[in-house]
């Protein structure tokens, strides 16, 4: 028996659009921010007229110890949603960013895997929102801004030996993580 891959998967997934699901749980079409189809981040005047309400439950997914393949944070969050949804309970998924971990020199690329995973898987990899794109641009340069004061002159004191902002670049490849600078 021929097993499929996480990415035919991801690909023959039927994507709902985003305003068929903010629909399901109360989001009006007016308070989603789309991107694309089949995403859309919630505004925050949807998230403000909500404050009031003490009918829900939060589980956080989280993880502490880290490992080659990662945690499996996504998709535990992803299959526990579904299964919520399966038993008959109102539950919605919030990911938080899954693949931030490349910017910060740890494993990223958190889609998920086989039918308990997010789609567009590509999109979800490799630039999500599009926050990423400011994130890594914010933190480089920044970056830039502290090698450019202690070329010129250093009038800080910034003791270069101590200096452990690194750069970033938002790219899902294990290699880069062994590369040292200066």
């Not at 939060?58 to 996504?74: D, F, R, S, W």
Request: glycine share 10%; aromatic share 6%.
């Amino acid at each position: 028996m021929a097993y499929k891959t996480d990415i035919e998967i991801a690909r023959e997934a039927d994507k709902k659009p985003i305003q068929e699901i903010g629909a399901k749980i109360g989001i009006a079409s007016a308070d989603l921010l789309p991107y694309g189809h089949d995403k859309a981040k919630v505004s925050q005047d949807f998230i403000n007229s909500v404050q009031d309400r003490k009918d829900g439950k939060l589980i956080l997914v989280t993880a502490i110890n880290p490992t080659p393949a990662g945690e499996g944070k996504t998709t535990t969050t992803v299959g526990l949603g579904d299964g919520l949804n399966r038993i008959g309970k109102n539950a919605m998924v919030c990911i938080r960013e899954a693949s931030l971990g490349p910017n910060f020199g740890m494993k990223g690329g958190a889609a998920g895997g086989g039918y308990a995973q997010i789609v567009p898987m590509e999109e979800m990899n490799l630039h999500f929102t599009g926050d990423f794109h400011a994130i890594t641009s914010a933190h480089s340069l920044l970056s830039a801004m502290i090698d450019n004061h202690i070329y010129w002159g250093n009038s800080l004191d910034i003791d270069t030996r101590r200096v452990v902002w690194r750069r970033v670049v938002d790219m899902n490849d294990r290699a880069l993580r062994q590369i040292t600078a200066s």
